[in-house]
C-alpha cells in the first residue's frame, strides 16, 4: 500500500534490444516516467502489469518518434495502477532506451 509519497525507480539501458525490465516489483501507480531514448526510427513503449513473459497484461502502449533525445510525462490524478508489478518494454526497429526512470506511489 502507499502511503501518499512519490517514488521513483531508476534503470541504464532499459529495454535494451526489445527485452523487458521489471521497473517496480510490487502493486503501485505509476504518476509519470522521464525518459532518454535511443532510437533511429520509431519505437513502442509497452506498459505491463506483471512480467510479460509469464503472461503479463499490457496496459497501455506509448508509442515515441524517431530521434527524440528525451521527454516525460505526468499522469493526472492518482495514476495508472498495476496490480502486480510495473514492466516496461521497448521495441522497434534499432530500438532501446539509454535510460527510464518511473515515478509512482
Known sequence: ?????IL???????????????MVDRPCQLRGWWAVPHASSDLDFEWYDGD?????????????RANLSHFGFS????G???????????YGSGAHMKSL?????
Open 75 to 78: 499522469l493526472p490524478g492518482n
Open 52 to 64: 510479460p513473459s509469464s503472461g503479463g497484461t499490457v496496459v497501455f502502449v506509448y508509442e515515441v
Open 8 to 22: 521513483s525507480a531508476f534503470n541504464a539501458l532499459a529495454g535494451p534490444g526489445g527485452s523487458s525490465v521489471e
Open 101 to 105: 526512470t518511473v515515478f509512482y506511489s
Open 80 to 90: 495508472i495502477r498495476f496490480d502486480e508489478s510495473l514492466w516496461f518494454k521497448a
Open 1 to 5: 500500500m502507499s502511503d501518499g509519497n
